[in-house]
């Protein structure tokens, strides 16, 4: 029986989540999420393979000829470290298939460390690779089969003690939305694909949660579906989360089912309250004026909104992006996170970015929405890096908290997360001034002008 390993490399954002205060916030886990793509491409494998998968984030990656063909898997921050062990495993003459958005993004950048590379979903290229494999012909590039249902995922391949988040469900893939900046956009062209409700319930129900994820780019791409599905999932009894576009506020029917059916809350794509902002990110589905009432009906509803905001457009500045935290906190949103603006390679913004020459590295492991790799317009790296820090440190702390969370019913996992990240931060200054005896946290707002 052939033996295929797939693996997910290392990554900045998920783990090995390190030190004392990093495994208290995480209780104890190693990582925080389990790789659901990879469970998803386990899934479409024939029972006549043995499969497993290795996770970096959680275990390291032993480079070894006991393997008959490698799987790996990597967002763009991934990829060198992808590369890198594609390069080891081909130096023992193991054969490697690349996969994920990155390699799906840049495939003739991927090709020269892998046999072969996988453009798009896992379910309508991998069974086809590994036919190949099998007949001594796997070469070259291999792009998804329009059409394809969502595979079951492989859950039993990974421990899920070792996850922070353990329950993760797919039910849908990529998004309508066009937005300039977006990776979905890049890896799905516009095409939106729901699985059968069926299969997501009885999905759910051999996972055993009280309480699922839905890890879908926007669970409510098409309403007329997600209504139904909505409808079925009520009968379950299951709290949920997921990411939904600000625009389903709109439909008092929608609101009425997302509460019925347990959602307990949204987390919600803002970008910015700024209308020039949204314009040059071509977000369009709804307009900054209507994001506070729409917010408002959603809270009302007993729904929780986690605000994303974008920093670095064009038309930002650091007195807009500080406008968009005081924002974000007038609208009382439980969670609020503020990811740099990054042009991820396969999106128009990147291309629109290249050709102006400001992309200031093609250091792919620093494409984490945490470092600034781009030349912004209106401010300078070390400023728009700074108001990211800024906007952090001003939304969870203690009078921030005090002003959003205690004047509504109480929200125990909304408490949690403030008051995780809230510490997080404290130790991260308290390492800081350990490190660099004259690091100073005030005047993160000001412009480097005023600090001169």
């Known amino acids: 029986m052939p033996k295929l390993r797939l693996i997910n490399p290392r990554n900045p954002l998920n783990g090995l989540v ?29 029972r006549s393979w043995q499969v497993e998968i290795v996770d970096e984030c959680v275990q390291g990656v032993l480079v070894a000829k006991d393997v008959d063909l490698v799987g790996i898997t990597a967002m763009t921050c991934q990829a060198p470290r992808a590369y890198e062990i594609a390069d080891a495993y081909r130096g023992l003459g193991v054969p490697v298939i690349l996969g994920g958005i990155h390699p799906s993004c840049l495939p003739e950048e991927a090709l020269p460390h892998a046999t072969a590379v996988a453009v798009g979903e ?10 190949d494999f099998a007949a001594g012909r796997l070469s070259g590039l291999y792009r998804a089969e329009a059409g394809t249902e969502i595979a079951v995922p492989r859950r039993d391949l990974l421990n899920p003690r070792d996850y922070f988040v353990n329950n993760a469900v797919q039910i849908s893939r990529g998004c309508p939305m066009r937005c300039k900046f977006c990776t979905t956009a890049a890896m799905y062209g516009g095409r939106y694909s729901v699985r059968p409700i069926e299969a997501i319930i009885q999905e759910i129900r051999d996972l055993g949660a009280r309480r ?33 576009t600000l625009n389903i506020a709109r439909d008092d029917e929608m609101l009425a089912l997302l509460k019925a059916s347990g959602c307990a809350g949204l987390i919600l794509g803002l970008e910015s309250p700024n209308p020039e902002s949204l314009r040059e990110g071509h977000k369009t589905v709804c307009p900054a004026e209507d994001y506070l009432p729409l917010i408002r009906k959603l809270q009302a509803a007993g729904i929780g909104t986690w605000g994303s905001f974008l920093m670095g457009f064009d038309a930002d500045t650091v007195e807009s992006l500080h406008a968009a935290v005081r924002f974000a906190r007038q609208a009382d949103l439980d969670i609020s996170t503020y990811p740099i603006l990054t042009p991820y390679p396969g999106t128009p913004l990147f291309d629109e970015y290249d050709a102006a020459g400001r992309i200031l590295t093609r ?38 908290m005090w002003d959003r969370l205690t ?18 931060f404290r130790y991260y200054y308290r390492r800081q001034k350990k490190r660099m005896p004259d690091f100073q946290e005030a005047h993160l707002w000001a412009t480097e002008a005023t600090k001169q």
């Open 363 to 400: 250091d792919w492991a620093k494409y984490t929405a945490g470092t600034v790799v781009f030349q912004p317009k209106r401010m300078t790296p070390r400023e728009l890096a700074n108001c990211q820090i800024a906007a952090f440190r001003e939304f969870y702390s203690w009078g921030s």
């Open 18 to 46: 390190q030190g004392d205060v990093a495994r208290r916030l995480t209780f104890g886990r190693k990582a925080i999420f389990m790789p659901l793509g990879l469970m998803v491409a386990a899934g479409t494998v024939p």
């Open 212 to 244: 699922v994820v839905f890890a879908d780019d926007n669970v409510v791409g098409d309403f007329r579906w997600a209504k139904e599905f909505l409808k079925e999932l009520a009968k379950l009894g299951v709290q949920w989360t997921g990411q939904a």
């Open 122 to 131: 896992a379910e309508g290229t991998l069974p086809r690779m590994l036919g």
């Open 407 to 424: 004047l509504r019913p109480f929200q125990k996992w909304a408490w949690i997360i403030n008051i995780s990240i809230n510490q997080g």
